[in-house]
């Protein structure tokens, strides 16, 4: 399957219109941002876990990154709730469940097979965040092997001016709104800008931003 995989292209979803399609496993469905494989793929997807759902276990061979947007998710090293950013190395495993219910921003099999790093962040923590540029604060989530990952709040009436993304870059739009030269993203819109784009942005609501740079390399 192919969605979305040629990763030198400019892609945009507003994922509150797309399906929810059903995984193998009952009660867990996802809706598919970008996607190169079988069930065993490259992917980047909201994954939604019904009440009392659960995964049936499995490896994660080149790594699995997510982030928690609501209600708790849980594996065997804990319970993650609403904001919490989460990465699991290549070669590890494990056995997700969600007592509660979930939705997860989920991006697997995309990180380098010599990382080991384990990464939990919960983004609620105030003291993690540092001031950015004006109208901007930033909550640097990981940095290593050419990826830098972080979340982003801008103030209504923030104007970043052109910035160029060697390796590329990811968005995903927690809540608010801003714009760019090509369209405007609201809560919900994911983005992915290739390896070499330019981007100004003006922002319209308050917003909260997930953001991956450096990982769309043309090697990619």
């Not at 919490?84 to 494990?94: A, E, I, L, T």
């Amino acid at each position: 399957m192919e969605i979305n995989a040629d990763l030198g292209m400019r892609a945009v979803s507003d994922t509150g219109t797309l399906p929810w399609v059903a995984s193998p496993l009952k009660g867990v469905h996802r809706r598919m941002l970008d996607r190169d494989g079988g069930e065993v793929a490259r992917a980047t997807s909201l994954v939604r876990y019904a009440p009392g759902s659960s995964f049936s276990s499995h490896r994660h061979d080149l790594g699995e990154e997510f982030l928690v947007l609501d209600g708790v998710f849980s594996d065997e090293t804990g319970d993650f709730g609403e904001g919490m950013y989460v990465r699991n190395p290549p070669g590890s495993g494990h056995t997700p469940s969600s007592a509660k219910g979930c939705t997860i921003l989920v991006k697997l099999r995309q990180m380098d097979p010599a990382d080991v790093n384990v990464v939990r962040v919960n983004t609620r923590l105030e003291s993690l965040w540092r001031e950015g540029r004006p109208r901007e604060r930033i909550l640097p989530l990981y940095s290593g092997y050419g990826e830098y990952v972080c979340m982003l709040r801008w103030q209504a009436g923030g104007v970043f001016p052109d910035q160029r993304f060697e390796g590329g870059a990811e968005y995903f739009v927690v809540g608010g709104r801003f714009s760019d030269g090509s369209g405007s993203y609201d809560a919900g819109a994911w983005l992915r800008l290739p390896a070499g784009s330019t981007q100004s942005i003006r922002v319209h609501e308050d917003a909260l931003v997930y953001r991956k740079t450096g990982h769309l390399t043309p090697s990619a």
